[in-house]
């Protein structure tokens, strides 16, 4: 399975952003997709999942993201809304069989001004 995602950029605060993640290869494999991020300094947090045609949200960033799908695409989206400076991070597309987190993107860069 390969992910590819895309869509990070510069933003100010409370300005949106949506994030694409393609995925290819084997993926009728997989139980479940999410995003990540990781800010400077900190470890690499959830912030959502997409798995059996549901999305679950972190805490952190409930009612201000939705995660979506397109299944004939085979493209997960993170829409991202009322941006703060503390959502800078990279983001990642994740991909899991079974429990585990196998497959990993490549990280899209989001940065918010203030």
């Known amino acids: 399975v390969q992910l590819q995602a895309s869509g990070g950029g510069l933003v100010q605060a409370g300005g949106s952003l949506k994030l694409s993640c393609a995925s290819s290869?084997?993926?009728?494999?997989?139980?479940?997709m999410g995003w990540f991020r990781q800010a400077p300094g900190k470890e690499r947090e959830l912030v959502g999942t997409?798995?059996?045609?549901?999305?679950n949200y972190a805490d952190a960033v409930k009612g201000r993201i939705t995660i979506s799908r397109d299944k004939d695409k085979n493209t997960l989206y993170l829409q991202m809304n009322v941006l703060k400076p503390e959502d800078t991070a990279v983001y990642y597309c994740?991909?899991?069989?079974?429990?585990?987190?196998?497959?990993w993107g490549q990280g899209t860069q989001v940065t918010v001004s203030s």
């Open positions: 994740a991909a899991r069989q079974g429990t585990r987190w196998t497959y």
């Open positions: 290869g084997r993926t009728f494999t997989l139980t479940g």
């Open positions: 997409w798995s059996r045609g549901s999305p």
